[in-house]
């Protein structure tokens, strides 16, 4: 757990950047969300898409606090990671936690791809936004904003479902 807010507290390094994503985008991850986890795709790629739904939730939260004039000492980062460990309440109704090791990590490969999908939006969206600057403050083209974090976030599932890393672990090692 020590582990997962680490990697939680690499969000502290920058700043929310206002309207990272559409409303009705933002309801299409929900939704689709839930249809892939009963087709039966692949916990860790649910897991990255997961993470990356619920920085756009703290993203809109901070949208709103920013027109009700609210702001506070460490605002992005307490918004940012308490929308992140919402998860949390998934592991209290319907997941079960269970670790296993994951590359250099003891933690529940959900938790753990949910965590990578969360810092993959939060970074791809920085770096669309550094691209911009380097442009003069323009996008290179027509809804750059959104491809660069979709292209991160379907690269990272990719490479969730190809090393398989929520896998389940084999409990027999005889099948190996």
């Known amino acids: 757990m020590l582990i997962a807010l680490v990697l939680l507290l690499c969000l502290i390094s920058v700043q929310a ?28 790629v649910v897991g990255i898409w997961a993470g990356a739904f619920l ?48 590359l250099i990590f003891w933690l ?3 938790f753990f ?12 969206s920085e770096f669309y936004q550094w691209m911009k600057r380097k442009n003069g403050g323009h996008a290179h083209f027509p809804f750059e904003k959104v491809v660069v974090p979709v292209v991160a976030l379907a690269l990272a599932s990719w490479l969730f479902y190809y090393l398989q890393l929520c896998a389940p672990a084999v409990d027999d090692l005889s099948l190996l």
Not at 31 to 40: D, K, N
Not at 91 to 101: D, G, Q, R, T
Request: include cysteine.
């Open 17 to 44: 950047y206002a309207n990272p994503a559409c409303a009705v985008c933002t309801v299409a991850v929900g939704a689709s969300l839930e249809i892939a986890r009963r087709l039966g795709v692949d916990d860790g």
């Open 55 to 102: 920085v756009l939730l703290g993203y809109w939260t901070l949208k709103w606090m920013d027109k009700k004039g609210w702001n506070f000492k460490g605002r992005d980062f307490i918004i940012l990671t308490s929308s992140v460990l919402m998860i949390l309440f998934m592991y209290i109704s319907h997941l079960e936690y269970s670790p296993k090791a994951i």
């Open 108 to 110: 529940d490969p959900f």
């Open 113 to 124: 791809a949910t965590i990578c999908g969360a810092l993959v939006l939060h970074y791809s």
